[in-house]
């Protein structure tokens, strides 16, 4: 019989079951050691469109992943239903170490930067010589996102026979940066695709550009249509049927682990992200006249070490001034 009051006991207070599994929580997460390998195609709406053993897969992220995001190009571990059926759905319990990010942010005061393409090798610059007229100040820009997030630059200039490329070219000349030269001609008649492929085989090149400039239109040109077809779930992801660029792409060439990514038209490229100390790395020959800067050097300051490095003969102060002139673009305003 219980007892109430003071004279209770241990012995008499009741407990309740807990309404949930009694089993105590752990921190221990599966390693998921048989998990599939595959590349991220293209996001939508927290949908992943993933390639695993040439299948097309639709996944999500796995919860365990927190606030950690899958984007397009990146190597992830995929467990679950991976038939690629209508209605299936994988999941992502992992995201490989990325060897490349490709970022920027909405303007120079955004804090939030945007991650566009992992792992690319690989940045062409999409850019028209007129109709519409050329930034060099995003062009500028572009340098910069690519030189800090460790890809490799590719300038692509189309419609050279409204206006010729020599000018714009003359403000690189001194970056060393491969480029390719394109009419309107040569894109309908397919040699500027084969052009501009000869620079693609074997890596992953992401493709940006404002609008107008030709850039959808010359990955189209270099993408196989069979090919196109058979990631065509990727485009029915969006509900649209087609893909309009208003996500980024990744789609394969003909050529083995070779693949062009088709990113949306950019109206401006936000470097609010960029470490100075990270875009001279592209710079390779400027690197050993920093170790006299001061801390935190922004490379262009009166206290400045490469202006002595560069003076004393080590290095062509035509490549410092080409820094300086890549780093002052994060402070301006973009434009022509």
């Known amino acids: 019989m219980r007892r109430y009051g003071k004279n209770t006991d241990e012995d008499d207070i009741r407990t309740r079951p807990g309404r949930r599994n009694t089993r105590p929580r752990t921190n221990i997460r599966p390693k998921h050691e048989d998990a599939a390998e595959g590349m991220v195609l293209t996001v939508d709406r927290g949908r992943l469109t993933c390639l695993v053993d040439g299948q097309i897969v639709m996944a999500m992220k796995a919860r365990e992943l927190g606030r950690k995001a899958a984007i397009v190009g990146d190597r992830v571990a995929i467990v679950g239903d991976l038939s690629g059926k209508k ?7 992992r995201i490989e170490k990325r060897t490349s990010v490709l970022r920027r942010t909405a303007d120079d005061d955004d804090p939030y930067e945007r991650v566009v393409v992992a792992n690319a090798d690989q940045l062409a610059i999409v850019t028209a010589l007129a109709d ?6 995003l062009i500028d820009r572009c340098l910069v996102a690519a ?3 460790g890809l490799t630059p ?11 490329p020599d000018q714009l070219l003359e403000l690189y ?14 894109l309908e ?25 030709g850039k959808t239109t010359l990955v189209n040109a270099l993408v196989p249509r069979d090919r196109r077809r058979s990631t065509g779930q990727v485009n029915a992801v969006t509900g649209r049927g087609r893909h309009t660029t208003t996500s980024a792409l990744a789609l394969p060439l003909a ?5 062009v990514v088709d990113t949306p038209g950019v109206r401006s490229f936000g470097l609010a ?13 400027l690197v050993p006249g920093t170790a006299g800067c001061p801390r935190a050097c922004s490379h262009d300051e009166p206290d400045c070490a490469l202006d002595a490095w560069v003076a004393e003969g080590h290095a062509d102060p035509a490549r410092l001034y080409s820094l300086r002139r890549l780093l002052a673009t994060r402070e301006a305003t973009e434009g022509d």
């Open 173 to 186: 000349g001194d970056l060393d940066i491969p480029y390719v030269v394109t009419s309107r001609a040569e």
């Open 87 to 93: 209605d299936s759905l994988a999941r992502i319990v």
């Open 273 to 285: 992200h960029i470490d100075p100390s990270r875009v001279i790395l592209a710079f390779p020959d």
């Open 147 to 149: 030189f800090d997030g």
């Open 255 to 259: 050529d083995p682990e070779s693949w």
């Open 189 to 213: 008649q397919g040699a500027a695709a084969d052009r501009v492929h000869e620079h693609l085989v074997g890596k992953i090149t992401a493709f940006v550009g404002h609008s107008g400039v």
């Open 154 to 164: 590719l300038l692509v200039l189309t419609k050279s026979d409204l206006a010729p």
């Open 132 to 137: 519409p007229e050329p930034r060099p100040r």
